[in-house]
T-cell receptor
Framework: EAQVTQNPRYLITVTGKKLTVTCSQN?????MSWYRQDPGLGLRQIYY???????DKGDVPEGYKVSRKEKRNFPLILESPSPNQTSLYFC????????????FGEGSRLTVL | GENVEQHPSTLSVQEGDSAVIKCTYS??????FPWYKQELGKRPQLIID?????GEKKDQRIAVTLNKTAKHFSLHITETQPEDSAVYFC?????????????FGSGTQLTVLP
């Protein structure tokens, strides 16, 4: 089954404790992206990757890191989480360029206390 | 970067009526405009898209129109049904050099009243 898998789905953590949200896709997509969803703000892009070893900042990259060492994986790293990073995070992938369906993961709800 | 504005933020219609959601974008280099539907607690899913060389596209009860001169595009849903209740997001893709950035609007909560 074609899918984008994110883990963890739910996480409560404390300020400053490094965490990683993993994302994996099995569709051989070149393009992958991370979004955060906040009420009234829609989906805001954090980082995206056109292909392996190629990443670019989106609209809200501050406080986040990503890596793309393999085509299928695109982890999101929060080196020192803060409460303003409490949000619902979505990973997504598509063929390149993304002028076709963007497949989203189920989302990861992160709470930073 | 691209800026996409979406209106209205909430929309209530009676079952069977039509619903229209509008988006404007800022960068004339944008060339691809998808619409996503997100049901409560679910992930966003593509429902229709349009490319910049087309003015209108229709798929059963949903249609999208694009006005490149005015830099706005709209989603039209006819004969609305309760299952159309969801949050709808528009988006615009800008291609600049090697960069490809898909920017979303802030979303419209559509409620179809039975």
């Amino acid at each position: 089954e074609a899918q984008v898998t994110q883990n963890p789905r739910y996480l409560i953590t404390v300020t400053g404790k490094k965490l990683t949200v993993t994302c994996s896709q099995n569709m051989n997509h070149e393009y992958m992206s991370w979004y955060r969803q906040d009420p009234g703000l829609g989906l805001r892009q954090i980082y995206y990757s056109m292909n392996v070893e190629v990443t670019d900042k989106g609209d809200v990259p501050e406080g986040y890191k990503v890596s793309r060492k393999e085509k299928r994986n695109f982890p999101l790293i929060l080196e020192s989480p803060s409460p303003n990073q409490t949000s619902l995070y979505f990973c997504a992938s598509s063929f390149n360029p993304p002028t076709g369906e963007l497949f989203f993961g189920e989302g990861s709800r992160l709470t930073v206390l | 970067g691209e800026n996409v504005e979406q209106h209205p933020s909430t929309l209530s219609v009676q079952e069977g009526d039509s619903a229209v959601i509008k988006c404007t974008y800022s960068d004339s280099a944008s060339n691809y405009f998808p619409w996503y539907k997100q049901e409560l607690g679910k992930r966003p899913q593509l429902i229709i898209d349009i490319r910049s060389n087309v003015g209108e596209k229709k798929d059963q009860r949903i249609a999208v129109t694009l006005n490149k001169t005015a830099k706005h595009f709209s989603l039209h849903i006819t004969e609305t049904q309760p299952e159309d209740s969801a949050v709808y997001f528009c988006a615009a893709l800008i291609s600049s050099g090697s960069a490809r950035q898909l920017t979303f609007g802030s979303g419209t909560q559509l409620t179809v009243l039975p």
